[in-house]
C-alpha cells in the first residue's frame, strides 16, 4: 500500500493479506517503489503514484495486480500494464454522491463570492458595514448549466441543479434515455461548441482520454458565453489551463472554480493570483474527501483483490482504450 489508508481499511487489509505499509505516507520514489514491491503479489496505488511504461517494466513479476485506490487512473499506464499481463482496477460508483455534492458547492460559492465574503471578516476584524451595492454577485435560478459528460456524477450534478431552478443542458457522446431527460428536463447537444455559447455554467463530468484531453481547447474557452463560470471537479487535463487563465484574466469569463488544476511543477502563479484576486476559486481536490467515500474506496479495493486472488475477474477491471470502447462506456461513469 503506497499511502496510508481510513483505519478501518488498514485494519480489514491486515486480516486479510500480509500487508506492508508506507508508515511515513509521503509518495515513493519510482526506485523505492520497484523496492518495496519485491515478493509482492499486489500494488495498492493511489494518483500520487506515476506508474508509466518505464516503472511498470521494473516491477517484479511477482506482482500481478494494480488495485488503484480511486475513481481515477490517469497516473497509470493501463496499455503498458496491459501488455505486461498485469491486471489493473479502480473503486468507481462510490464518489458519485459527494462528486456532486462538491461540485453544486462549487457551482453556488463561485457567483455568489462565497469564499471572498467568508474572509472579510477575519481579514478586516471588524465588520464594515451593510451597503446596497457591496458583495453583489449574480443569481443562480434561471441560469443556465451546461454539464459536460452525462454519466453517474453528471446526472446527479443535474438533479441537484434542477432544484437550484437551473436550465439543465448536456453534452455526451451517448444521449441519455428520455426517461432521464424528461425527469431532469435536460437538452441535449450534439455538438459541445453549440452548448457552450448557449450557457452561463460549464461543469465538467468526464474522463480523461485521448478525445478528451482539453476538449476545453483555447478556441472553445473561447467559444464560451461572455460572462459565463466554469466548474471542474474532475480532471486538469479536459482544460486548456493557460487559455482559461488568459480568458478570465482578460474579462470574457466571470471566473471558475477549480478542484483540480495543473500542479505537476507546482501551481501556476497566475492562477493563484486570479485566486488571491477572487476571480478564480481553488479547492484542493476535495471531492471524495469524505470519511464514508474513502471508507467505501478501501472496501471496493478490497473486493477487487478478493476477486483476482479467488480466481475471478475483479468487478472493477481497467481496460485499454481501445478494448474498454468495444465493452462499452468505462467504469469511471463519465461519458464524452
Not at 434561471?142 to 441537484?160: H, P, T, Y
Request: charged share 25%.
Amino acid at each position: 500500500m503506497t499511502r496510508r489508508l481510513p483505519e478501518p481499511i488498514e485494519q480489514r487489509m491486515a486480516t486479510l493479506f500480509d500487508v506492508r505499509l508506507n508508515p511515513g505516507d509521503t509518495p515513493y520514489s519510482s526506485q523505492a517503489l520497484v523496492d518495496a514491491l519485491e515478493g509482492c503479489d499486489v500494488l495498492v496505488s493511489s494518483i500520487t503514484d506515476r506508474l508509466d511504461a518505464e516503472l511498470i517494466a521494473a516491477i517484479p513479476k511477482s506482482v500481478r495486480l494494480i488495485a488503484q485506490f480511486g475513481n481515477g487512473f490517469d497516473n497509470v499506464d493501463i496499455e503498458a500494464a496491459y501488455a505486461a499481463g498485469l491486471t489493473v482496477t479502480n473503486t468507481p460508483s462510490v464518489l458519485t454522491e459527494d462528486t456532486a455534492d462538491m461540485a453544486m458547492m462549487l457551482m453556488l460559492a463561485l457567483p455568489r463570492r462565497l469564499v471572498e465574503g467568508a474572509q472579510v471578516l477575519p481579514m478586516a476584524g471588524t465588520w464594515p458595514g451593510w451597503s446596497p451595492t457591496w458583495m453583489l454577485g449574480r443569481r443562480l435560478r434561471g441560469k443556465a448549466l451546461g454539464i459536460v459528460g452525462m454519466g453517474r456524477i453528471g446526472s446527479a450534478v443535474a438533479a441537484r441543479a434542477k432544484t437550484f431552478g437551473l436550465g439543465i443542458h448536456y453534452y455526451s457522446r451517448n444521449r441519455r434515455p428520455p426517461q432521464l431527460e424528461e425527469r431532469l428536463e435536460a437538452t441535449f447537444h450534439e455538438k459541445l461548441d453549440e452548448m457552450l455559447s448557449a450557457v452561463d455554467i460549464v461543469s465538467l463530468h468526464t474522463r480523461l482520454t485521448r478525445d478528451t484531453h482539453h476538449i476545453l481547447s483555447r478556441e472553445r474557452v473561447g467559444r464560451m458565453k461572455p460572462g459565463a463560470f466554469l466548474v471542474n471537479v474532475s480532471r486538469p487535463e479536459l482544460i486548456d489551463e493557460e487559455a482559461l487563465v488568459d480568458a478570465i484574466s482578460d474579462g470574457q469569463l466571470a471566473g471558475a472554480a477549480l478542484d483540480v488544476f495543473e500542479n505537476r511543477n507546482g501551481i501556476s502563479p497566475r492562477l493563484l493570483e486570479l485566486a488571491r484576486q477572487h476571480r478564480i476559486v481553488l479547492t484542493a481536490h476535495m471531492a471524495s474527501a469524505t470519511l464514508e467515500a474513502r471508507i467505501e474506496m478501501g472496501e471496493t479495493v478490497i473486493v477487487n483483490i478478493r476477486a483476482f486472488v479467488d480466481g475471478h475477474q475483479p468487478p472493477h477491471r481497467v481496460l485499454p482504450e481501445t478494448r474498454a470502447r468495444a465493452r462499452g462506456p468505462g467504469p469511471g461513469g463519465g461519458d464524452c
